[in-house]
């Protein structure tokens, strides 16, 4: 494989290149789209960057949060078990890609970049033999639409060793900014002030997730006595969609629950331990952020939030705990006695730092604008451009 490109080169590859990504659905599609769509900015400022997403999805939240114009398009949900469905997806998808190669056409696309998920394959589809595409998978186990889409893809990115993508490259996961370079020490004070958390008192942070997790919610809350025992503290977030009910304990630490976290580099700096699901974007996060974890897998899917937690679990910086064994039990039997135990809290956080790949992110969007550049350099998208470019 040829060195990247400097970003000297790069600036002097002709026009502004414009950058479609496409990771609609869940956060851990859409944030590590955007920590890209970030990198892309700082190594050419004068780039444009589109993403593709659907009207429900929780792009239509953080996209424009972020600055970035949405483009909505046409899910193709993969059904898992035969039904109705499965016999109309073949016209679902000839739609999808219609309207996104559509898309792609006006806003001027010199390269679509896909995260999977539900908008990932309509666009790797319209995309096929117009623009490069470049595919990143963050899961050891690749979902279909990166499958497919990494058949015809100019350059393959994964997060971890033995992804089975052919030509893959290991890049980690591209992260904010705001969390490969967070000093959690720095930051701590007004973190805990932030969250209204005792300033001193050993913190949990608890979350299952954009959306939250019901087996979280129900064990986390029904020990909210023990962790006050214990002199605990806990910021749980506890998704928009649910309710947490916590009894409060006059002059014990607080349990403060919260919808959703809009600044996890605080949650993250407030917090001494964490007890979350293991998706690739999480585990990611908690390991660059040098956090002790307690991993409670999804116990749905294909079983890769398990492997997720591999590395973390194998390095002695995390712990898993089986959904189904989730319990106010199992709480005060194994989460509380770490986090009180500074000394295996301090040790197990200086086993996560390290685990990650701090810039899968400016290292994802070099392979980006390789892509585009070879791709210019070979006329191939000479003249198949729509009114995107001036």
């Known amino acids: 494989m040829s060195e990247p490109a400097t970003n000297t080169e790069r600036a002097a590859s002709s026009a502004a290149p414009t950058v479609v990504v496409a990771g609609g659905g869940t956060a851990g599609h859409i944030e590590p789209a955007l920590a890209l769509a970030d990198a892309v900015m700082r190594l050419r400022p004068d780039a444009r960057v589109v993403a593709l997403g659907t009207e429900r999805g929780l792009e239509n939240t953080l996209v424009p949060a972020r600055g970035y114009p949405l483009e909505l398009i046409p899910p193709v949900p993969m059904p898992r078990k035969p039904t109705p469905d499965l016999l109309r997806l073949p016209l679902r998808v000839r739609d999808s890609v219609r309207r996104t190669r559509e898309v792609l056409d006006r806003v001027g696309a010199d390269v679509v970049v896909g995260f999977g998920g539900y908008v990932a394959l309509p666009a790797y589809l319209a995309a096929r033999g117009r623009v490069p595409i470049v595919v990143h998978e963050a899961n050891k186990r690749p979902g279909l639409a990166n499958k497919v889409g990494a058949r ?8 971890a060793p033995g992804t089975p993508l052919a030509g893959a490259r290991v890049v980690g996961i591209p992260l904010r900014r705001s969390i490969t370079t967070l000093d959690r020490a720095a930051l701590r004070a007004e973190a805990r002030e932030f969250f209204g958390l005792d300033p001193e008192a050993p913190t949990l942070l608890a979350f299952g997730g954009s959306q939250g997790a019901r087996s979280i919610n129900t064990a986390v809350s029904a020990a909210a006595g023990d962790f006050a025992a214990a002199g605990v503290g806990v910021l749980h977030a506890h998704g928009p969609k649910n309710t947490v009910v916590v009894q409060e304990f006059p002059g014990r630490p607080a349990y403060v629950p919260v919808p959703y976290l809009d600044r996890m580099d605080l949650a993250y700096a407030a917090a001494d331990v964490v007890l979350c699901r293991s998706g690739a974007m999480t585990a990611a996060e908690v390991s660059a952020v040098g956090l002790p974890a307690i991993f409670v897998p999804l116990p749905h899917g ?8 591999e590395p973390a679990i194998g390095a002695g910086a995390g712990i898993v705990i089986d959904d189904a064994d989730l319990t106010a039990s199992s709480i005060r039997d194994l989460v509380l006695p770490l986090v009180t135990d ?6 197990m956080g200086a086993a996560a730092v390290g685990l990650g790949h ?7 969007a070099g392979i980006v604008l390789d892509a585009v550049a070879a791709d210019r350099a070979a006329g191939r998208t000479a003249g198949r451009r729509g009114a995107g470019h001036e």
Do not use: C
């Open 152 to 159: 015809f893809a100019e350059q393959v990115a994964v997060a």
């Open 342 to 347: 500074a000394g295996r809290v301090k040790t």
């Open 358 to 364: 701090r810039e899968a992110d400016e290292v994802l």
């Open 302 to 309: 294909n079983g890769e939030q398990g492997v997720n937690a």
